[in-house]
């Protein structure tokens, strides 16, 4: 279901006294209880229960103070305490600071250069639910042993790097092949190609962004640009330019300073 601008009512009218107008009115703001239980959904990493709760505002509505005179700003200022407060309930949830931080940051940046009031609250649903799947990643991670989740977190932070599985196991303090089975064990895959895995979707990332495949391939310590390429088409069927060509979104210096 697409989003209904006009399902989206201002609170507060008059400029020199909103309370009294909203008292005139009968026109509040949603009940905190109902904005908890929506961001409560991010935290717990429930996407169904959340397609569920974003479907009840749509078609209910809600209401919210006025920000701006602006009806692009109104929006605009809506989606930053909107994001800001998500991405709090996703830390809440489990999600690394790391991860949440970047991800509040790309959302904003990306809400400054949306032109459009439906377009903002278009791209906001689909981030909702995108943060909620971090989320819910984030939470499976807790069933791993602290060798495999401390790996997981080492790998996370330290992607642009060339990554061993001997100098990660040393970080862990265990053997090499200890770590390799343990891994290959509780995530399902073995650690080398979780590795290729998570640098190739970061990689994809970049991209969107516009950054070139060579820089991409540099940047993520892959031992040759026709390396990275052959592993990419591998992955995704389609080379990093092709993959770029279908994805990449408009960007500013800040998206292609990485």
Known sequence: MKPDLQKI???EQAKENPLFDQRESGVRHTP????T???????????????HKMQEYLQSGFVVGRLSCDPLRQIQYLAVASVTLATRAALEGGLDELHAYNFSDRCIQTVDRLQ?????????????HALTELVARARGRLQYS??????ISHIDRCLHENLRVSELAEICGVSADYLSAIFKKEVGMPLRRYILQEKLKEACRMLENGCSCSRAAYILSFCSESYFIACFKQAFGVT????ASRNA????KTDTEI
């Open 240 to 243: 990093p330019h092709v993959w």
């Open 9 to 11: 009512q201002i609170a």
């Open 116 to 128: 459009e009031p439906l377009q903002i609250i278009e791209y906001l649903m689909q981030q909702a």
């Open 249 to 252: 979104r408009p960007c500013t």
């Open 32 to 35: 905190y209880q109902a904005e």
């Open 146 to 151: 602290p060798h495999v989740r401390r790996c």
């Open 37 to 51: 239980a929506f961001y409560n959904c991010i935290k717990a990493g429930d996407s169904a229960l959340l397609e």
